[in-house]
């Protein structure tokens, strides 16, 4: 499904300074796979989430999305095989723009834009549909500009919008981190909901250690621009999270760095 | 007197209402701050007064304007889009460059189109005032307007200018839609230009001189009136402020102001218009603090 080999990637910051953000990593994931991924801060796992989803180019390796090569493609043209929601609940969505305009763009990721009507009347009873799924009462609240909404419901909202069009993969970088406790409980449920629901092929990132292990059937450890750790059942069923702490350490010879999964 | 004076402000509302509808793509839609239209403007008066001087057809010589006007508004996209160069710079360089280009396409200063046939005349045969063709030609834009941004690729083009990190995300190449924005602008500062240029009977190559910062003026001045949502409103308080600005530019010359201040009025009236949040805050901060003093609750 994807083919991620060899891949590298360095930033060059002002001074002159090279980091390496991706060394060399190899991952393979077949349909239907829920993985989440966890490291340190700066361990490059939103990195490997951009390079995927083309956001910048990798200096080497490949990236293949069901067979077909999207290394060189810029983002634009291999985003119909990608949905992608963010940590922060602004980036998903245009919030000037209504919440079925929103959607009418999202559903038409596959498709080459025309001049024909923006929004229809099947689409529109279609979107109201799935959003009453949301539960979240957007259904009627179609013309309301999204700017309007909370960040959960923004945050909902992305969701769906990355879902719509049924993509290959499905990138969530800590995408319920901006969120208060209770909405990112929600925004996690309803992630579980769709991803098994509808057998997406999933990567989340994620900082709560808990869901890591919770969530999905797969779970990577990055750490310094590699994988160091690849938890598949029926190991990783048995794991808890002062396990995976334990991992860290023995991987890394040190104590686990993020502050802010140890505060979840 | 007057009114004759009145209904030449109201038709020049109307002419300058299709470049404030530009200004409204780039500016508004696009968030591009795009000054190229201070010359593609009278790049359309060029064109146009260039082709009916040597016998073209009026009508022909305005849809060649209009062309001229994308391919200008192409030229500043491509700097940005494709050369890296920042959005407010292509438009000076653009507009700096059509300086030259339009005296090229002239051969001199200014042409006159005295005794020739042009758009205005044409109307003026059948009876019509110019008013009814400016308001034929910005009613007709709006609509086209309002109708394109309701389409598919109107739906992107919002939305690059909104948030490009969602549209691009969601397999949309914004530089295109930035080359598209740009093009119809320009497109629309170059028709009126080339109206402009027939109406007053003569094409000038200093015409051009703020006439971005005019159509950002009317811009602010619709939304400030008009103020239901909506697409099609927002383009019709466009075209309001567009003829209201004409006619407090018309008030102030009548009040005795120079024309040759009426640039500084209007720059002083969009620094207003512009910096109404900070002096809102301002005052707010004013009235609270002095609120609080009183020992009176400000919620
Ligand atoms: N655009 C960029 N320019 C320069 N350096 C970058 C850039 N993006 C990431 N880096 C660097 O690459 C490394 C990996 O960053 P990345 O954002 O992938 O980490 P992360 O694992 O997502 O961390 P976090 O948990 O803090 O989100 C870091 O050292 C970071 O400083
Ligand atoms: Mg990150």
């Known amino acids: 499904m994807l083919q991620v080999s060899q891949l590298r990637k360095v930033f060059c910051n002002g001074n002159g300074m090279a980091k390496v953000a991706l060394d060399n990593v190899d991952l393979h994931v077949e349909v239907g796979d829920f993985i989440t991924i966890i490291g340190s801060n700066g361990a490059g796992k939103s990195t490997l989430l951009n390079a995927i989803a083309g956001v910048y180019g990798v200096d080497q390796g490949q990236i293949r999305i069901d067979g077909v090569d999207v290394t060189n493609q810029p983002e634009h043209r291999r985003a119909h095989l990608i949905g992608r929601v963010f940590q922060d609940p602004m980036i998903g969505t245009a919030a000037s723009m209504s919440i079925e305009e929103n959607l009418a763009i999202a559903v038409k990721r596959p498709e080459r834009l025309g001049m024909a009507k923006g929004v229809t009347g099947r689409e529109r009873a279609r979107f109201r549909e799935l959003l009453a799924l949301l539960d979240l009462g957007l259904e009627d609240r179609l013309h309301e500009p999204v700017g309007l909404l909370s960040g959960g419901q923004r945050q909902a909202l992305t969701l769906l919008m990355a879902t719509i069009s049924t993509p290959k993969l499905l990138l969530l970088d800590e995408h319920t981190a901006a969120l208060d406790p209770k909405t990112a409980e929600q925004i996690g449920e309803l992630t579980r909901k769709i991803v098994l629901g509808r057998r997406l092929t999933a990567l989340m990132v994620t900082h709560n250690l808990q869901a890591a292990l919770e969530f999905g059937n797969r779970t990577l450890m990055m750490d310094q621009g590699q994988i160091v750790l690849d938890l598949r059942n029926p190991r990783r069923a048995k794991m808890t999270v002062d396990d995976l702490l334990q991992q860290f350490m023995s991987v890394r010879g040190e104590r686990f760095l993020d502050d802010r999964a140890l505060l979840a | 007197m007057l009114w004759s004076a009145l209904v030449g402000t109201i038709e020049q509302g109307l002419v300058y209402g299709v470049i404030a509808l530009g200004v409204y793509i780039t500016f508004r839609i696009l968030d591009f701050p795009d000054l190229t239209v201070d010359g593609s403007f009278p790049l359309g008066a060029a064109v146009v007064a260039r082709f009916i001087a040597s016998g073209g057809s009026p009508l022909a010589g305005t849809m060649l304007a ?55 005349n044409w109307f003026g045969d059948f009876g019509l005032a110019p008013w009814v063709l400016f308001l034929v030609v910005v009613l007709l834009t709006k609509l086209a307007l309002d109708l394109f941004l309701r389409t598919e690729i109107g739906f992107a083009l919002r939305a690059t200018g909104d948030n490009e990190q969602m549209i691009r995300s969601c397999g949309v190449d914004t530089d295109n839609m930035k080359l598209l924005g740009l093009g119809l602008s320009n497109g629309l500062a170059a028709l009126a230009g080339a109206l402009v240029a027939q109406y007053q009977g003569f094409a000038d190559v200093g015409m051009g001189i703020g006439t971005a ?27 309001i402020g567009s003829i209201v600005y004409r006619v407090a530019i018309f008030a102030a010359l009548r009040m005795g102001l120079a024309p040759t201040d009426l640039k500084l009025i209007t720059a002083i009236l969009v620094v207003l218009a512009l910096s109404a949040p900070t002096w809102k805050g301002l005052l707010e901060k004013f009235w609270g603090g002095k609120r609080r003093a009183t020992g009176i609750p400000t919620a």
């Not at chain 2, 159509?215 to 019709?236: D, E, N, P």
């Open chain 2, 213 to 239: 910062v005019a159509g950002l003026a009317s811009v602010i001045i619709g939304q400030a009136l008009v103020r239901f949502r909506g697409l099609g409103w927002a383009t019709t308080g466009v075209i």
């Open chain 2, 66 to 120: 209009l062309g001229a006007g994308i391919v200008a508004g192409l030229a500043t996209g491509f700097l940005n889009t494709k050369l890296k160069i920042s959005g407010l710079l292509s438009g000076i360089l653009t507009m700096t460059a059509l300086y030259s280009v339009n005296l090229r396409v002239m051969g001199r200063a200014n042409i006159p189109l005295l005794r020739k046939p042009t758009l205005v």
